[in-house]
């Protein structure tokens, strides 16, 4: 079964000090997707990124950097220098994969269960 | 603007009085699907469409029908709200249900069942 496990439900921590969530999955496919969302007080699922299987490059993206690690099945998020504006509830998700008979990936998205994070000023 | 949207955003309601929630995206996508957001339990699908008049149920479909009579347009029914269905609610679209398709999701409906 595909499962996608966060493991820290709340993190605190104050303006500018950087931080990692984690994301562990589980998945039988070799072919699958990763992905970021966060979710501001505003409730809306805003999308960070997307990774695939066979990408196993960290990405930077400004103050957010993605560390995928294949042989340990994690997908970490970090900010550095953290924001107030970084206060929000972040998901990570695994997408099904699509097998060559057509079978699987019913195009659901599978979350873990979110981290709140919260930055102090 | 291409864009998902939900209606209401906000809803508050009684037991048993039926209620639809509805989603329409203009991105011609062909995939469209439902998710509700709990404590503790992250995003679960709800039901799904993979085009016109193509429905089918995801991980938590109890309680709730939809429809997929238009392309763009993928409403939510509650026949029968209970409590239990108390919850935030994601309309999302994708081109197709390709695992490499970015989701586009509405900004969501919050429902409260009394």
């Known amino acids: 079964a595909q499962k996608v496990t966060q493991a820290q439900t709340e993190i605190s921590v104050v303006e500018k000090e950087d931080v990692t969530l984690d994301c562990v999955y589980e998945?039988?496919?070799?072919?699958?997707?990763l992905f970021w969302y966060k979710q501001p007080p505003s409730g809306e699922l805003v999308f960070l990124i997307r990774?695939?299987?066979?990408?196993?490059q960290n990405e930077i993206s400004g103050r957010y950097s993605w560390n995928f690690q294949k042989s340990t099945s994690s997908f970490n998020f970090t900010i550095t220098a953290s924001q107030v504006v970084d206060s929000a509830v972040y998901f990570c998700a695994l997408s099904e994969a699509l097998h060559l008979d057509g079978s699987g990936n019913t195009g659901k998205l599978i979350f873990g269960q979110g981290t709140t994070l919260q930055v102090k000023p | 603007e291409a864009q998902v949207t939900q209606n209401p955003r906000y809803l508050i309601t009684v037991t048993g009085k039926k209620l639809t929630v509805t989603c329409s995206q203009n991105?011609?996508?062909?995939?469209m699907s439902w998710y509700r957001q709990d404590p503790g339990l992250g995003l679960r699908q709800i039901y799904y469409?993979?085009?016109?008049?193509?429905?089918d149920k995801g991980d938590v479909p109890e309680g709730y029908k939809v429809s997929r009579k238009e392309k763009r347009n993928f409403p939510l029914i509650l026949e029968s709200p209970s409590p239990n269905q108390t919850s935030l609610y994601f309309c999302a679209s994708s081109l197709y249900r390709g695992p490499n398709q970015p989701q586009h999701f509405g900004d969501g409906t919050r429902l409260s069942i009394l």
């Open positions: 998945t039988r496919d070799t072919t699958y997707y």
């Open positions: 991105m011609n996508h062909e995939y």
């Open positions: 990774r695939n299987s066979f990408d196993e």
């Open positions: 469409s993979m085009n016109v008049e193509v429905t």
